[in-house]
């Protein structure tokens, strides 16, 4: 009889899981690892993946339709949506190492289990009727949609990420739910596909988790792309009709409109996947919000860990790969290792891209910390002039003793330009020494040793 003994077993083949057991694969440990749905979990099958390259398709689109500005004369600039879509396929087949059914069959560092896991007892998993048993476990099932109670949304139909990456053909109007990083995302992409669209944020804000400045600078970008904004507003009734689905939608101030659109994305945000886990059975405690784990990624069962957006607050594709690796090695580890979240950064990743590490202005304020602040634009830098990348800026926030309080760049590809401020504030290096780093001419990187200088010159 086949032995399903394992040292240790992995719920999950997102980043998380995916990435523990790739940490552990050539250390001779016996391992196992259940998906339920395909590997690579959301981010590579229904998220960060697919959506980046519809962005890069559409902002190829953009650009081709401002061609002229450049004196180039492109007549046609249409697209094919299967085409597009067949692209955005083969993208998925490559990071993959092919389909969905390829990739399970090529997998390898352990022993792959297709199917929903349910814990019968503390060490033992039930996975379509097959019991495994596992010395150590680590839980790392993610996250799903989280779909709001709202009137006659279920019956009128709507669509959430999964869904929106694959669709067959564009409605024509377009409802967004949720003013964050993934509405803003896909609502920049079907708008520059020529979807009309609407963006609906219950909270006064869009993008509340970045600095107010920078997003409100990237709204008012989108918005004379042609994306509605509403924010203070709530989605109270949905109705299907002829003409399409009706929403009413309740103004903070009490307000009532209604919107007609063809299709609904809700993107309110992710809900933890604990959904028949049964971890009652593994002692495991939860909230609201996920799996409790300690510092060590340590749930209340000694002999479980959890990783990932399961149990963290930074839905992050990099945190999730961060502390899948971290929790394969305190698993076995007689002096586990703490995970260190002192030092996040993220991304918005629209075109332009917003870049995000550590404090924004409104923290530092409610926190009643003393610092100084400067903005850079790309207008004045020479590589940015040159490409015609001039909308956006970098802005830096220091303590008046020159550490690094937080970056922040709009910009094409922010994220990699916001790479140097991240590992200045990781090495503890202050203003002064990213100031006098030489970068190439020309560079986008020049402008952020440009606004280092600025910084330093008002610090002096």
């Known amino acids: 009889m086949a032995d399903h003994s394992y040292d240790l077993l992995v719920i999950g083949g997102g980043p998380a899981g995916s990435s523990a057991v790739d940490n552990l694969k050539a250390q001779g440990h016996k391992l196992a690892l259940v998906e339920k749905d395909k590997l690579g979990g959301t981010c590579l099958n229904y998220g960060c993946d697919p959506t980046k390259t519809l962005l890069y398709i559409a902002s190829q689109m953009q650009k081709a339709r401002q061609a002229n500005r450049l004196g180039l004369e492109i007549p046609h600039t249409g697209f094919d949506w299967g085409a597009v879509q067949g692209r955005v396929q083969k993208v998925l087949e490559q990071l993959r190492g092919g389909s969905p059914e390829e990739a399970d069959k090529g997998f390898e560092g352990a022993s792959l289990y297709k199917g929903p896991a349910r814990f019968v007892a503390p060490h033992e998993i039930e996975v379509n009727g097959q019991r495994l048993r596992a010395e150590r476990v680590i839980i790392a099932s993610g996250t799903s949609p989280a779909v709001p109670p709202i009137e006659g949304l279920a019956e009128a139909g709507f669509i959430t990420n999964v869904e929106a990456v694959s669709l067959e053909t564009l409605p024509k109007r377009l409802a967004v739910l949720g003013g964050g990083p993934i509405g803003m995302e896909f609502a920049q992409v079907f708008r520059q596909f020529g979807v009309e669209v609407t963006v609906l944020e219950k909270a006064p804000h869009l993008l509340d988790t970045e600095d107010r400045e920078m997003a409100g600078a990237l709204v008012s970008l989108l918005t004379r792309a042609g994306i509605s904004f509403k924010t203070g507003v709530e989605l109270t009734c949905v109705r299907r ?199 190439p001419y020309p560079t986008l990187a020049e402008a952020v040793v440009q606004a280092a200088a600025k910084l330093q010159k008002l610090l002096s």
Do not use: C
């Open 241 to 439: 009709e002829d003409s399409g689905k009706r929403l009413t939608i309740q103004h903070d101030d009490g307000r009532q409109a209604e919107l007609v659109v063809d299709e609904i994305l809700v993107a309110i945000g992710r809900k933890p996947d604990l959904e028949g886990l049964n971890l009652v059975a593994a002692g495991v405690e939860t909230t609201e919000k996920g799996i409790k784990v300690d510092k060590n990624l340590r749930t209340t069962a000694p002999h479980i860990w959890a990783a990932g957006d399961i149990a963290s607050k930074y839905q992050f594709t990099h945190i999730a790969s961060a502390q899948g690796k971290l929790a394969a090695r305190n698993a076995f580890a007689a002096a586990p290792e703490l995970f260190d979240d002192s030092l996040i950064p993220w991304g918005v990743y629209t075109y332009p891209s917003l870049g995000h590490v550590g404090r924004t202005e409104e923290e530092l304020r409610e926190e009643g910390q003393s610092y100084r602040v400067v903005r850079h634009p790309f207008k004045e830098v020479v590589r940015a002039v040159t490409d015609n990348q001039t909308e956006g800026m970098v802005k830096l926030l220091a303590a008046p003793d020159g550490r690094i309080l937080g970056g922040h760049i709009l910009a094409d590809q922010a994220g990699d330009l916001l790479a140097p401020v991240v590992l200045a504030m990781k090495a503890g290096l202050k203003v002064k020494v990213l100031a006098e780093t030489i970068q």
